[in-house]
């Protein structure tokens, strides 16, 4: 598949039509994968409009969006969540059929901020720790079995599920394993970041209190 990136610059699927050209002149299909996220929301992170033309499928990869705005049959202009572009079919007018029989058109992206953005470092802890932990593994699947199957991706519900399930050590062991890797992160760094990502430890000492910080281990 040849993916051109229109992240920055295309919010439509006219946009995306129109990169694709010739190629599109029998119509696409909308690709939507559907990413949870460690806040319970959920957002978009790989959305492509894709035309197949000689066996071979162009597509292009769209911003990052949880909803898009469209106009209905009776040309009302209405907001809809991400997943329902999810396998429309799209003809060379820009007219797209949902999954659940709806008709739109004038289809635009509403671009999300990844609610769970961590910074660089912030990502580099977490992941560390995880391959400390022999947690990695579990925590990380294919960006998309069909689009995207050798790019594997952290899901951060995974992440979750392990903090509520694993016998996780004290924020102090994770610490000690840490340093010999990460010397310069300090333990409150290491204990926002484990929470933000749903990591649920188990406390230790008397004085052990009820949410997460690093006093509590």
Do not use: W
């Not at 919010?11 to 990169?19: I, P, W, Y």
């Not at 949902?98 to 990844?114: F, K, N, Q, S, T």
């Not at 933000?196 to 004085?207: E, M, N, Q, T, V």
């Amino acid at each position: 598949m040849q993916v051109y990136d229109g992240r920055q610059a295309m919010r439509t699927v006219a946009d995306a039509l129109a990169k694709l050209g010739h190629l599109a002149r029998d119509g696409a299909e909308i690709g939507v994968l559907t990413l949870q996220l460690p806040d319970g929301g959920a957002v978009a992170p790989l959305i492509l409009v894709m035309a197949p033309l000689g066996g071979a499928t162009s597509a292009v990869r769209l911003p990052a969006a949880d909803r898009f705005a469209a106009s209905d049959t009776y040309g009302e202009r209405r907001q809809y969540e991400i997943a329902a572009l999810h396998g429309a079919k799209v003809d060379d007018r820009g007219n797209v059929d949902l999954g659940d029989g709806g008709h739109v058109h004038a289809v635009e992206l509403l671009p999300a901020r990844m609610p769970e953005d961590f910074s660089e470092e912030e990502k580099s802890i977490l992941i560390c720790v995880l391959d400390l932990l022999d947690l990695k593994k579990d925590c990380v699947r294919p960006l998309d079995p069909e689009f995207a199957p050798n790019i594997m991706v952290l899901d951060y519900s995974l992440v979750a599920q392990v903090g509520a399930t694993a016998k996780l050590p004290s924020l102090k062991a994770i610490e000690r394993k840490l340093v010999t890797r990460m010397p310069k992160v300090t333990r409150q760094a290491l204990a926002d970041v484990l929470a933000r990502a749903g990591l649920r430890l188990p406390r230790s000492g008397k004085r052990a209190r009820g949410r997460l910080d690093a006093s509590s281990f």
